[in-house]
Nanobody
Framework: QVQLVESGGGLVQAGGSLRLSCVAS????????TGWFRQAPGKEREFVAA????????YYAESMKGRFTISRNNAKDTVYLQMNSLKPEDTAVYYC??????????????????WGQGTQVTVSS
């Protein structure tokens, strides 16, 4: 079992930046690709970005490209999501998820095996 804990959310003005972190604990994180999803009030959970176990490959939702960057530090069992030029429509609960495959090419909720509890990001206009 892998436990995931997100942090770094908060309130930020439009145009600002936040860096989310996702720390894994429990069994080894080795070999797990990791992704970020988000869910806004009244909307379905949507894919944001994913990164392969090695960190070499990344995969983004089209609307996130250029503003969001996913990265990881396997020595710290941590995955990051750097979010720049934030917009009010980025307001959501952001979730970290891990899958028992090394590939980052996974944008479906069903492709992930472990989930964190989420961290709230609120962008004011």
């Amino acid at each position: 079992q892998v436990q995931l804990v997100e942090s770094g959310g908060g309130l930020v003005q439009a145009g600002g930046s936040l860096r989310l972190s996702c720390v894994a604990s429990g069994r080894t994180f080795s070999g797990y690709a990791t992704g970020w999803f988000r869910q806004a009030p009244g909307k379905e959970r949507e894919f944001v970005a994913a990164i392969s176990w090695s960190g070499i490959s990344t995969y983004y939702a089209e609307s996130m490209k250029g503003r969001f960057t996913i990265s990881r530090n396997n020595a710290k069992d941590t995955v990051y999501l750097q979010m720049n030029s934030l917009k009010p429509e980025d307001t959501a609960v952001y979730y970290c998820a891990a899958r028992r495959f090394v590939s980052a090419q996974a944008a479906l909720i069903s492709q992930y095996d472990y989930w964190g509890q989420g961290t709230q990001v609120t962008v004011s206009s």
